[in-house]
């Protein structure tokens, strides 16, 4: 199984980014899929997730900013970030059948 987040970036407060995680390896359509951060000197948070039914939960800190997706035609989960915060920047990371991806960076800066 190999999962790979792309998209991140650097963007000013109130922007948006969009993160993608491609899996392959693994029948995409029989798992969840979950996003997780981590700033620096800080534990990785959960983010949000999407069920194999596509049912959407998300944390406290992004609900209502952030929006989990998924394809599973193309094997692919997004993260529609939106009205991004300082507090936002950290490394996202998508988890999936066990298996971690290698991370994304997302940076919100003035």
């Known amino acids: 199984v190999q999962v790979v987040e792309s998209g991140g970036g650097m963007v000013q407060p109130g922007g948006s980014l969009r993160l993608s995680c491609v899996a392959s390896?693994?029948?995409?359509?029989?798992?969840?899929i979950h996003w997780f951060r981590q700033a620096p000197g800080k534990q990785r948070e959960w983010v949000a997730d999407?069920?194999?039914?596509?049912?959407?939960t998300y944390g406290e800190s992004v609900e209502g900013r952030f929006t989990i997706s998924r394809n599973n035609a193309n094997a692919t989960v997004y993260l529609q970030m939106n009205s991004l915060k300082p507090e936002d920047t950290a490394v996202y990371y998508c988890?999936?059948?066990?298996?971690w991806g290698q991370g994304t960076q997302v940076t919100v800066s003035s």
């Open positions: 988890y999936m059948a066990q298996t």
């Open positions: 390896g693994v029948i995409f359509r029989n798992h969840a």
């Open positions: 999407i069920s194999m039914a596509n049912r959407a």
